[in-house]
């Protein structure tokens, strides 16, 4: 665990490194190549968020952990959302914001984003971010059961 100093500060830093850890062993990546785990996180927080009305950002920020929170508000415009995006516009938005090459596709490297984001969000919330969004795009998206 990180030591900040102050306890809020190292919990978040703690939940932050364990999603990254999690993207990075589905692949795996080594701890150096963090930078790879950080982007394909904020591409996939940015992609989802810019996708979702100000409301529902807003709640599902709201179950982020601190540090994960300010990656998912950085540069959000709530001026400009939804966007309204299909699956592979979603897909194409993750790879913008993701320029390294995948095993396996941006598509699966989204679905395993959103399996260790899963662990941070409360049920309820993850069903209705599910239930909102269209077929196509619920389906990259791991259903409401935790791992």
């Given at each position: 665990?990180?030591?900040?100093?102050y306890?809020?500060?190292?919990?978040?830093?703690?939940?932050?490194?364990?999603v990254?850890k999690?993207?990075?062993?589905?692949?795996?990546?080594?701890?150096?190549?963090r930078?790879?785990s950080?982007?394909?996180?904020?591409?996939?927080?940015?992609a989802?968020?810019?996708?979702?009305?100000?409301?529902?950002a807003a709640?599902?920020?709201?179950?982020?952990?601190?540090?994960?929170?300010?990656?998912?508000?950085?540069?959000?415009?709530?001026?400009?959302?939804?966007?309204?995006?299909?699956?592979?516009?979603?897909?194409?938005?993750v790879?913008?914001?993701?320029?390294?090459?995948?095993?396996?596709?941006?598509?699966?490297?989204?679905?395993?984003?959103?399996?260790?984001?899963?662990?941070?969000?409360?049920?309820?919330?993850?069903?209705?971010?599910r239930?909102?969004?269209?077929?196509?795009?619920a389906?990259?998206?791991?259903?409401?059961?935790?791992?």
């Amino acid at each position: 665990m990180a030591d900040t100093g102050y306890s809020s500060f190292n919990t978040t830093v703690d939940k932050t490194n364990r999603v990254l850890k999690e993207i990075e062993h589905a692949y795996g990546w080594p701890k150096e190549r963090r930078n790879q785990s950080y982007a394909a996180l904020r591409g996939v927080l940015h992609a989802l968020r810019d996708r979702l009305t100000v409301q529902e950002a807003a709640h599902f920020g709201a179950e982020l952990p601190l540090l994960m929170r300010g990656i998912f508000y950085e540069g959000w415009n709530p001026d400009r959302v939804p966007i309204k995006m299909n699956r592979d516009d979603l897909l194409a938005r993750v790879r913008q914001e993701f320029p390294f090459e995948v095993k396996d596709g941006i598509e699966q490297l989204t679905r395993t984003v959103f399996g260790a984001l899963r662990l941070h969000v409360a049920d309820g919330e993850w069903q209705k971010i599910r239930a909102g969004l269209p077929k196509d795009l619920a389906e990259l998206i791991p259903s409401d059961d935790r791992p």
